[in-house]
């Protein structure tokens, strides 16, 4: 069932993020397996991911076995400026993110790099992904910690050599700053809202070229914060 959204969060949505134009739908491409193997003791840990509108991202993320959880949200810029309304301007230092907590038991950091270049962000086009366009849907890695670091920039280095690509990859770290949450309106999105049309166009093929591409981390519950 569609999800009922407040009125103003549904004219946010109306006039901002995640609109679906006419466009050829995204390719999946398969990210070549990581060379530098992310070693991540102990319990469970989280990673920020920004590739576009939240939605999908999340979306995807939340169909992972071993991620616990995913989180729609800002970073990059000040609390003051992270709300949907006011990053959807552009002009305020944040991207749309996704905080993904995961079991590295189960999932290791650098398979989630694979699965998100693979199926979520295009790791070619600056400022923008999809239909979206502007530095709040930037593809952007935020490491949490100095292993994410090293396993991210040695990807991001093979990713560039791989020959997977035939444009100039551009995709950038960034430094890790403080995550604010998203209006609830926008989390577990694409599970409440399975006919919104932004997600039967852009979103749900990314789930299943997740489940086609890699199998053995797929898991058909989705995970809910």
């Known amino acids: 069932m569609i999800r009922s959204l407040p009125v ?39 990673a920020i991911f920004a590739g576009g509108c939240f939605w999908g991202v999340e979306g995807v993320f939340s169909h992972v076995k071993g991620v616990t959880s995913a989180v729609s949200g800002y970073h990059g810029g000040n609390a003051a400026t992270a709300t949907y309304a006011r990053i959807g301007t552009g002009m305020t230092q944040h991207a749309e993110a996704v905080q993904v907590t995961y079991d590295p038991k189960i999932v290791r950091y650098d398979e989630l790099l694979r699965i998100f270049f693979s199926v979520v962000a295009d790791p070619t086009l600056k400022n923008r992904q999809g239909p979206d366009v502007g530095p709040q849907y930037r593809a952007a890695l935020v490491p949490v910690s100095s292993e994410q670091r090293a396993v991210a920039t040695a990807y991001l280095a093979q990713m560039k050599k791989s020959g997977k690509w035939n444009r100039p990859i551009v995709t950038a770290l960034e430094t890790h700053k ?30 299943r070229a997740l489940k086609t591409m890699y199998p053995q981390k797929y898991s058909a519950r989705f995970q809910r914060d």
């Open 178 to 207: 403080k995550f604010y949450k998203a209006e609830d309106y926008h989390q577990d999105f694409l599970a409440l809202n399975p006919r919104h049309s932004y997600i039967v166009r852009w979103d749900m093929p990314k789930v």
């Open 8 to 46: 103003v969060a549904a004219l946010g949505l109306a006039l901002s993020a995640c609109q679906p134009v006419a466009m050829a739908a995204e390719t999946a491409v398969a990210a070549p397996a990581a060379a530098r193997v992310a070693r991540e003791s102990g319990g469970l840990k989280t």
